[in-house]
């Protein structure tokens, strides 16, 4: 499957179309492989979007998809949800879906995802729960919150799916979908019009067939241009924590893990197993429910009171936790986070990347989570084991990178590299050479 990079070439030469490429965009979006990907199509808008772009531009007409919580003007913006189903419509698009048109993007559709995006899971009740393309045999998980988006990607139905990362959201479903998921340093993109879980950990960003797409949409999101690095792999130095990051890991993703060191290693790449102790802090940091349960219950209260009772009763339930948390812990809270970053900046001064698993399990049956108060022991198993690994980065304030690096014939496995924030270009120059370095082994 060609990615941006490639489809744009071909335009440029004459190879193809945008007309042409929009219909296969929209012919794959109504297949089978898309069912319950979209809560809304968009496809005569796109048509038009994609005849009227420039072929010159940086998305040349090609399709790209939104998760459900960012403004589109004139729609409502619900999140997967219910009860904001009939909300007024928004007066502009989010800044990060003008910035995809403003550069040629034609918008196909506003993907499904998690209700409200508190869920790494992906399964919604309203809305159904797409399936995983990686497993013709047995519907999996799509990895959430960023849900549709995902496949979106995934299946060819899109170039680029916009999502958001609280926790892991595009990362978690690029890694179990078997495509790449870039979040960014927060502050590098505005989240003016998307409807915020955690106003402190939320971050605009998206997932693509490519690094080499990744770097593309990042500069037209954060409006800005990533510096190229010409240096050869073995000129950083990578680090691997074996603490907290391995802890109940599938021998699949083990196994690709370790491949993919062996392979970087042989490509001339420095790797040093280190410990981060600090990583221990994190339960205690959390203890009284951390960032998201506080701010979405912020966001939240009000409507709850008043339609509760249409939530996922599983978000819900993540929600109403923060209705404890006392202002003084909350304050502690950020406190305590800004100390641990500190000493976590200070260990990871001396590498320009870290090497981690994305998640530790490969994506388990929608039938073992799906919607069911039988169920939700395995789910929030599932939940707690996809979030633990990406999780961290956002808690640090940091960028991450998920890319392929599993085998052919097995189930998709993310490979994470990661650092603290605005190390962004590195995280990227280095993911490039790494994928070309895991294509070719």
């Known amino acids: 499957m060609n990615d941006l990079h490639a489809t744009r070439l071909a335009l440029l030469a004459g190879g193809s179309d945008a007309r042409t490429e929009i219909e296969r965009a929209i012919d794959i979006s109504g297949s089978a492989a898309c069912a319950h990907v979209f809560t809304r199509t968009l496809f005569d808008e796109a048509r038009q979007a994609a005849v009227g772009a420039a072929p010159e531009s940086r998305l040349a007409g090609l399709a790209f998809t939104s998760k459900d919580l960012f403004d589109v003007a004139g729609q409502p913006t619900p999140a997967a949800s219910v009860v904001l189903s009939h909300a007024p419509a928004a007066k502009a698009d989010a800044v990060a879906v003008a910035r995809l048109r403003a550069a040629g993007g034609a918008l196909t559709g506003r993907t499904n995802m998690s209700e409200f995006a508190f869920s790494g899971v992906g399964v919604n009740p309203h809305y159904g729960?797409?399936?995983?393309?990686?497993?013709?045999?047995?519907?999996?998980?799509?990895?959430?919150?960023?849900?549709?988006?995902?496949?979106?990607?995934?299946?060819?139905?899109?170039?680029?799916?916009?999502?958001?990362?609280?926790?892991?959201?595009?990362?978690?479903?690029?890694?179990?979908?078997?495509?790449?998921?870039?979040?960014?340093?927060?502050?590098?993109?505005?989240?003016?019009?998307?409807?915020?879980?955690?106003?402190?950990?939320?971050?605009?960003?998206?997932?693509?067939?490519?690094?080499?797409?990744?770097?593309?949409?990042?500069?037209?999101?954060?409006?800005?241009?990533?510096?190229?690095?010409?240096?050869?792999?073995?000129?950083?130095?990578?680090?691997?924590?074996?603490?907290?990051?391995?802890?109940?890991?599938?021998?699949?993703?083990?196994?690709?893990?370790?491949?993919?060191?062996?392979?970087?290693?042989?490509?001339?790449?420095?790797?040093?197993?280190?410990?981060?102790?600090?990583?221990?802090?994190?339960?205690?940091?959390?203890?009284?429910?951390?960032?998201?349960?506080?701010?979405?219950?912020?966001?939240?209260?009000?409507?709850?009171?008043?339609?509760?009772?249409?939530y996922d009763p599983r978000v819900a339930q993540r929600i109403l936790r923060g209705a404890s948390m006392k202002a003084h812990e909350y304050i502690d809270l950020i406190h305590a986070r800004r100390d641990w970053i500190a000493r976590m900046e200070k260990a990871l001064a001396p590498f320009d990347t870290v090497l981690s698993p994305t998640v530790p399990i490969t994506a388990p049956s929608i039938a073992s989570v799906a919607p069911g108060a039988e169920r939700d022991e395995e789910f929030f198993r599932v939940n707690a084991l996809l979030l633990r690994n990406p999780s961290i980065i956002n808690m640090l304030d940091g960028c991450a990178i998920s890319l392929p690096c599993h085998d052919p014939g097995e189930l998709p496995v993310g490979l994470m590299l990661w650092h603290a924030a605005l190390h962004d270009d590195a995280v990227l120059a280095i993911a490039l050479q790494a994928e070309r370095t895991l294509q070719n082994q």
């Open 129 to 310: 729960t797409p399936a995983n393309v990686s497993d013709p045999t047995t519907p999996r998980i799509p990895g959430g919150s960023s849900s549709g988006a995902a496949i979106s990607v995934a299946s060819g139905a899109a170039f680029i799916g916009l999502g958001s990362d609280t926790g892991g959201s595009i990362r978690i479903p690029a890694a179990l979908n078997g495509i790449v998921g870039f979040k960014n340093t927060a502050r590098l993109v505005p989240s003016t019009g998307a409807l915020p879980l955690s106003t402190t950990l939320d971050t605009v960003c998206a997932m693509t067939r490519s690094v080499r797409d990744a770097v593309t949409a990042h500069e037209i999101l954060a409006a800005r241009t990533v510096t190229a690095d010409s240096a050869s792999i073995g000129a950083y130095r990578l680090a691997v924590v074996k603490n907290v990051f391995f802890d109940g890991i599938e021998p699949t993703v083990a196994a690709a893990f370790e491949r993919s060191l062996k392979a970087l290693s042989a490509a001339g790449a420095r790797i040093e197993e280190i410990e981060l102790p600090e990583l221990a802090d994190l339960q205690s940091i959390n203890a009284t429910g951390g960032f998201s349960a506080a701010e979405s219950h912020a966001w939240h209260r009000l409507l709850l009171e008043r339609s509760g009772a249409g």
